[in-house]
Nanobody, 123 residues
Framework: QVQLVESGGGSVQEGGSLRLSCQSSGYWDRTYCMGWFRQAPGKGREGVASRSTDGRTSYADSVKGRFTISRDNVKRTLYLQMNSLKPEDTAMYYC?????????????????WGQGTQVMVSS
């Protein structure tokens, strides 16, 4: 099994920044592809960003130019740097992983999920 634990959420004002972290443990492998998803109140879960084993990244149009996904395989940690935050970024953010080398923003691609960390952006 793979365990994923997110941290770094919080409350910020519009225009602010946050960095989310996702610590992996268990049978996680550095070849796993990983991503970030979010779910706002009353809405479905949507893909935010993904990072494949070879470094390829995908971003939702709504976050391009503002969010950056990165990973530190030594620390077994995935990051999401979020800048220029907007009220519409308010959501529960989830980390996800898959044993596949490549992944994008579809939920069905991922096998493992964290419990989420809350992000709230006020105007």
């Amino acid at each position: 099994q793979v365990q994923l634990v997110e941290s770094g959420g919080g409350s910020v004002q519009e225009g602010g920044s946050l960095r989310l972290s996702c610590q992996s443990s268990g049978y996680w492998d550095r070849t796993y592809c990983m991503g970030w998803f979010r779910q706002a109140p009353g809405k479905g879960r949507e893909g935010v960003a993904s990072r494949s084993t070879d470094g390829r990244t995908s971003y939702a149009d709504s976050v391009k130019g503002r969010f950056t996904i990165s990973r530190d395989n030594v620390k077994r940690t995935l990051y999401l740097q979020m800048n220029s935050l907007k009220p519409e970024d308010t959501a529960m953010y989830y980390c996800a992983a898959t044993s596949h080398f490549f992944c994008a923003l579809g939920q069905e691609e991922y096998n493992y999920w964290g419990q989420g960390t809350q992000v709230m952006v006020s105007s």
